[in-house]
């Protein structure tokens, strides 16, 4: 995916270490609209949750990450940093995950966002994620509804036969 010319190097995706928090960490700061997570947090995530990360010639450039609470995958994060959005990245994480979802025999992979963050729910739509719910300012600093999604494998599994 994504070679060619120089800013185009080959974008390789893989699980992070625990040494790539550091660089989660400072690509999460810079982005506003995603969640705000403390390092030991993102340590425990490497440890016992998935975290992806996706990386052009050893440099971040976004992150995945996401708990798995008795078969249900909850994506926690996704972020890619400013310099490399709108290229497929978070596309790329995304489908990454949920390939690893499948694989493990996930139930469903759930998420929440702000009501506002409409390109991250078109991210989200376009991997076939459908609104599940609502919770009602969920959200503090500025106050918003969180909108809920979730990919049901079950479902998935039904559509493709049909
Ligand atoms: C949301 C985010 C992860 C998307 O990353 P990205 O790598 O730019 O996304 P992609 O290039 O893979 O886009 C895939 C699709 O998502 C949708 N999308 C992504 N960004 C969008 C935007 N700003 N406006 C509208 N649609 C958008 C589009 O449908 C896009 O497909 P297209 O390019 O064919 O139109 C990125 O904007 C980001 O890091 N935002 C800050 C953190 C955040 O809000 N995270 C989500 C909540 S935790």
Known sequence: MHEGSADTKPIAIRRARLNDVPAIVATEQNAESAAHWTVEQYKNLVDRGVVLIAEQAGKLCGFICAQVVAGEWEIENVVVASEFLRR???SELIGALIQRAREERASSVLLEVRESNLGARRLYEKHAFGVVGRRR?????????AILYALRFGQLIRAEKC
């Open 88 to 90: 497929g990245i978070a």
């Open 137 to 145: 300012l969920y959200y503090k600093v500025p106050e918003e509804d």
